[in-house]
């Protein structure tokens, strides 16, 4: 699979650096070296009768041996974060992994195997690296969709859908990617996770296209920006925050630095930072876990806030009403997609697939319209998910929190934009005594674990709608008004 892709370069570009970190290099060709090696010593897995190997590895460049070598051996890998937090949890619940690789031993009952710093040196160090490559039995890569449904979901990619899926990428004029890794040295910074697949198929597209993936430390963003190298940065609107926050208040727009922005619009007060501080070439991409890519926005000139760019040539999308019905051009109505990138459903499942996977189509959730030109304006949500800084969250969900909290009568969480125009949680509640705010934002945190700090607000009532459901958008505006 990609293993072939990173082969043909390997023959080309054998000693060209696949992996950078701050002390030291990796070239395509001792990339793949180590691979087989971990290949080898891990081969016993494929005799245990495991299928999907769960990964946690703080090390960037240990943690893509491993997915690499997992694949060489025919099996699914899926990556976890880094801590053992509420989402660690949350993965662990809807993945049920076989079997567990880990860099520090894991307090469960799920087999495991340590593979930490001593480990890779002692498999790494050996010579044999004759490991046999097996085809897949089924899935390669295991992930979570949590961004278009109240509760998370279990899906998966097969070999040909990832292929297809990073050729469609690298080949296509969206991102340029051949184009720009024929210059020397071209750099990819992503900051979105591995075991996001949005995050796991960009690194593997720049990989295959013959980029450099530099691996860093938060803190090391601004040194890496400060080198004047040919880099695109991969962020969320909050990553992106976080970078303009910590480069030098002197900085300005560079000509080699392109911005791609996952997860979110970018709110026009950050992107009004972005042009003056890091680009004036930035990227927006509308997509799901479950489609892949559905559209590009470039902005090289001010557009609509609501316009998610042009859809990509290999994605159909349709507006229709509630009876699925296609709506003319102009017309807002529920997004649908279907295309070659689109999953065919959810694993294990039935439920979940059939109301939101529909005779070949996807519907994500969002409303919105196409205009003649093939761009798509998504102008809300048909349920309460709501994105903070790239993440979605469920209000719900957390209205019953705050609801079911101690001492609180009522409450409702309700987004507010901060200074860059990122969309922040604001919590209103109707308590008569005191409680602990501090106690309610981790009661909120333990169920999402990348909720951004709340603010909270006493109020004498929560409006509501003629339908029963908060108005959020009171709330909001009286913020706003306020400032």
Sequence with gaps: MIETLLLQLRDARKHSVAFESASRSWSFGG??????????????????????????????????????????????????????????????????????????????DLKHYVVDDAWFKQVLNQENNNSVSYESRDFCRIGVAAGTGSEPQKIGLRRSDIERNISQIINSDILSLSEKARREHFNVLCCIGIDILAGYQIVLSALAAGCCIKIFDPVQISLIIARHEPTAIVVSPLHLEYVINSISPLSIAQDNLEIIVVGGRLPEELEKKTREKLSKKIYTLYGTEEAGIISVKKLDHHSEHKNAGVIVPWMDVQIVDGQNVALPVQTEGRVRVRGNTVIDGYIGNVENKNSQFQEGWFYPGDLGFITNKKEIFITGRIDELVTFGGDKFDLRILDRICKNFDNIEDGCVFSVPDENGILMPWVAIICHTEIDG??????????????????????????????GSPNRQFLTQGIMNSR
């Excluded at 793949?32 to 891990?42: I, P, Q, T």
């Excluded at 169920?447 to 709608?465: A, C, F, G």
């Design 438 to 467: 501090s106690a309610l934002s981790r009661r909120m945190h333990e169920r999402y674990q990348n909720l951004p700090p709340i603010t909270l607000i006493w109020v004498d009532r929560i409006p509501y709608r003629d339908d």
């Design 31 to 108: 990339f793949l070296a180590d691979v087989r090696k971990a290949a080898h010593a891990l081969e016993s897995l494929r005799d245990s009768g495991c299928s999907t190997v769960g990964i946690k590895c703080k090390n960037y460049y240990q943690h893509w041996v491993l997915i690499f070598a997992l694949e060489r051996l025919g099996l699914a890998s899926a990556s976890f974060q880094n801590d053992f937090g509420p989402s660690f949890q949350t993965y662990l619940n809807v993945i049920k992994p076989d079997f567990f690789l880990s860099d520090e031993p894991l307090i469960t």
